[in-house]
């Protein structure tokens, strides 16, 4: 900081003064200590709200997108008390439920008719429904006409971010404002199956809700303090709460979905969005070890999804394990431990024009540039078996990935090679 000359002539009105500011003078010196001692307080202080922006700068020039969301998430309010306002399309505020023991008997007590829409053969060919087909009755019926009959279907019940396309009984679901505008319930939906002689696998997008964390704070991700939530960006910049996998009510609020799908008739459960949100470094550290650790984040996503299979099985249906081929090969895939899964099926979307460059397996390098649709499913699908271990491998294509030759030669070399179930989205 420059300073500003000094003008003696302002004290010349009085000699004592003026002397006062004499280089020799004692008051002089005793002053300049005092300022040195400002300054240096000053700058600490500087540096110390400075660290912060400076923190963020850095991870931006190491690579972090531009329109990530700051790292600074703590909201430190009481976890245990529900923030209403927070929720998108909530109306009431109820109070939460918090106990997994009680949030697992939620499971709707109207009798619902059992569709027969299991899966009639081994053999079948999927269908990924599209979200606006649930719309309505109509939208439904029209979507599900243009399907052929005894084809299987993949209806998305729970989306990315926690929306319910059905209306759901489950206490959770109507209270956090899930299941929004929903039109159908999942009796009517199986019905409209059953009549299109059509074979259902339901979807539910597991972790990625913010839904119910809002409704249920201790179904989110906590900070070490124990009350302190974690959200995926400030709250004046509409930061919400993401599904914890350690959390026990969140494995019970899914527990509950899946024991009302199941009553509905549907066989077949494939969990997607078994993942993590993208921590930045500063979160990692108010989380504390549980998200640090790499076996421990595993484990708790294991956990989730043995708990959602353990309820379908025990009314006569089953779990698949949904993960993409990419992610698995780029270990983002932290669930793949097919030693302590219990699910029998994975799911794998495989997309083979996103390998258009090299990439490596087992340190080796793979290069599928040049090939032909059938000479690339002869490297991928190996691959993805072997990521599977003893799960039964069914593909699932990128539709609009394929031309419709390439669609048929896929299709040809899938039956040739003894794949009986794939599916398309």
């Not at 159908?184 to 597991?206: D, F, K, M, V």
């Not at 990692?284 to 421990?296: A, C, D, H, I, K």
């Amino acid at each position: 900081m420059k300073k500003e000359p000094r003008r003696r002539k302002v004290y010349a009105y009085r000699g004592r003064q003026r002397n006062m500011f004499h280089t020799r003078h004692r008051f002089r010196s005793v002053l300049s200590v005092l300022l040195t001692i400002l300054i240096i307080l000053l700058l600490v202080a500087a540096g110390y709200f400075a660290a912060g922006p400076l923190s963020r700068l850095w991870h931006k020039w190491r690579g972090s997108e531009d329109s990530a969301p700051e790292p600074s998430r703590m909201v430190t309010e009481d976890s245990s008390l529900p923030e209403v306002t927070s929720v998108p399309q909530t109306t009431t505020a109820v109070p939460p439920d918090v106990s997994m023991e009680t949030t697992t008997a939620q499971f709707t007590t109207t009798a619902v008719p059992t569709a027969d829409i299991g899966l009639k053969s081994y053999t079948y060919v999927g269908y990924c429904l599209g979200e606006d087909a649930l719309k309505s009755t109509f939208a439904l019926d029209a979507a599900l006409a243009e399907l052929p009959a005894g084809s299987c279907v993949i209806v998305p019940l729970k989306c990315e971010g926690g929306a319910l396309l059905y209306r759901s009984e489950v206490q959770g679901a109507s209270a956090s404002g899930a299941t929004g505008d929903a039109a159908l319930t999942i009796a009517e939906i199986a019905q409209a199956l059953q009549a299109h002689q059509l074979s259902g696998i339901a979807q539910l997008a597991l972790l990625e809700d913010t839904y119910y964390p809002a409704y249920d704070p201790t179904a989110g991700f906590l900070l070490e303090d124990g009350f302190s939530r974690w959200l995926d960006n400030k709250p004046e910049k509409s930061g919400k709460p993401w599904m914890s996998p350690f959390s026990d009510s969140a494995i019970g609020y899914l527990q509950a979905l899946t024991g009302e799908i199941m009553q509905a008739g549907f066989p077949l459960i494939l969990c997607t969005d078994l993942e993590y949100p993208a921590f930045y470094d500063t979160d990692l550290e108010l989380l504390g070890n549980q998200v640090q650790n790499r076996q421990t984040r595993a484990e708790a996503l294991i956990r989730v999804l043995n708990s959602v299979n353990q309820t379908a099985s025990d009314q006569g249906g089953a779990a698949m394990y949904g993960f993409s081929l990419y992610d698995a090969l780029n270990r983002d895939a932290e669930a793949l431990q097919p030693v302590i899964l219990n699910t029998q099926s994975a799911v794998v979307y495989i997309d083979p024009n996103s390998f258009r460059d090299s990439f490596w397996y087992n340190n080796a390098k793979v290069n599928l540039s040049g090939m032909s649709m059938p000479e690339r499913l002869e490297v991928l699908m190996p691959i993805a078996q072997e990521l599977c271990g003893d799960m039964h491998l069914i593909p699932c294509f990128r539709e609009r990935s394929f031309r419709q030759q390439e669609r048929e030669q896929a299709e040809a070399w899938l039956h040739a090679n003894g794949y009986a179930q794939y599916m398309f989205r």
